[in-house]
Structures are given as C-alpha cells and as structure tokens.
C-alpha cells in the first residue's frame, strides 16, 4: 500500500489579466467565464484583492460557486492587518476581513495568507501577539493561517520556534530580494515561485518544473527537500503535508503555463 501524502494543489496569483487573454484564455472566452476556465486548468488561485480592500459576502459565494468540488482558494489578509507598526493592535482588523464573509466560500476556503511589508523586522514578541489574534476557528470551521516576511532579520531559529509554537507555516519565496525560508512548521506548506521567465512557454524550464514537483512531493509525503534553505536544525515530526504552491513572476503572461506543467508532473 502506498504511502499517505498531503495534497498538492497548484496554481497562480488572480484570474483577471488582460495579456491571458489569447495566450492562456481562449480569445472568444466572456470575461465572466474565467475564473471558471482557470479552476478546470489549476487546482488552486491565491486572490489578491483581499489585501487591498473588503469584498462582500456574495462575491466569495459566486467564487465558490464557480470552480470543481476539489479546487481551493488561498486568500491574502487585508494589509490593514500587517501593515502596522504595532501588529499586536491588528484585532479589529484581522475580526472585519472575518466578518466579511470569507466564510461564504465554505470547502473551498484555503489558507489565508497574511503578508509583510519589505521594511518589516522581527520583534518576537509583536509578532507572537499578532499570531495569538489569527483565529483557528470560525462557525465550526478550522482556519489555516501562513505569513510571508521580506526581511532578513526573520532568518532566525526564534522565528521558526515561534511559528512552531502556533503551528503556522511561513511562504517559501523564491524571489530575487525576499529571504528563502523553507523551514516546515505545521501540517502544510505554502511557496510563491517568483522567478518564472515570460521567455520560456512554461514559466520555467523543463528541469526546473522537474525539480519543484520532486520537492513538492517530499513536502507532500511528510519529508523536507535537502536542497532548499533552512534556519533551524530542529527536527519536525514527519506527517503528510498539504502543499500550496503559486507560480507567480512579475511580467506573469507564462504563469498558467508554469503552474499546469507542474500539476502534469504531481
């Protein structure tokens, strides 16, 4: 009997993007088609507009009402949340984009992604406060949580100790700038490929797809690939793992390509 893994689900940053349009949407494809057209392609989409702005409870039901049984949304936390210079005095924050209507998504709700600005620094015990406000339950459903921090003075074993302690994974970013953490601390973990290239027809080349789903599916069969960087030597229990995973580069036009030669390949 093969051994249990987690689930891989791959996928890109939105659905709207005019240059899509003729080179991942079919020409003639109505707008209002596709997010439709991009679940039946991928397996996951991170929407961004929860960052900017509130959406309302409807919008998250017409989402969910669009996409297969088995596809899952990955959202990002208002930026009123973290970008602040005192997180512990995010609650009110964190408690309106709840309210929202996220929920309305149902099974289709996947990680919330709450993401740091560049200039952000570690501060243990800010950062502890703001993890202690990130809710694990909501009307009976279990919440999953993941932050992403672009500064270098995260790349500390306290850091991981504490994601640890409220069993909260950080993104692995591949990215030019960002720091590349890709210690597990829960049950799923969650990378943002930021390197694609709209030069090559998938994103990336062929051996490099081959080499992220190879990691995806150590993550996802409860090991930790030896080849990506690590802050902490502490050990972790070996368990499967939801994987998430976004092919997400600045020009973006191959992003969908990227994303479905590696679902090929999981």
Known sequence: MAAKTGNI???????????WRGTFYPEKLTQAKELGYAASKLTSIEINGTYYGSQKPESFRKWASEVPDDFMFSLK???FATNRKVLAEAGDSVKRFYDSGVL???????PVLWQFMPTKKFDEADFGAFLDLLPRELDGRALRHVVEVRHDSFCTPAFIALLREHKIPVVFSEHAT???IADVTADFVYLRLQKGEDSIPTAYPPK????????FKDFAAGGEPTDLPRVSD???KKQPRDVFAYVIHEAKV???HGAMALIERV
Request: aromatic content about 10%.
């Open 9 to 19: 689900r791959i996928g890109i940053g939105g659905w709207t993007f005019e240059p």
């Open 77 to 79: 936390g208002p930026r």
């Open 104 to 110: 309305e998504l149902g099974d289709k709700l996947g």
């Open 178 to 180: 960002y720091p590349a």
């Open 208 to 215: 490099a797809l081959d080499a992220w789903a190879k990691r």
């Open 234 to 236: 502490g050990k972790v």
């Open 254 to 256: 191959r992003a969908p």
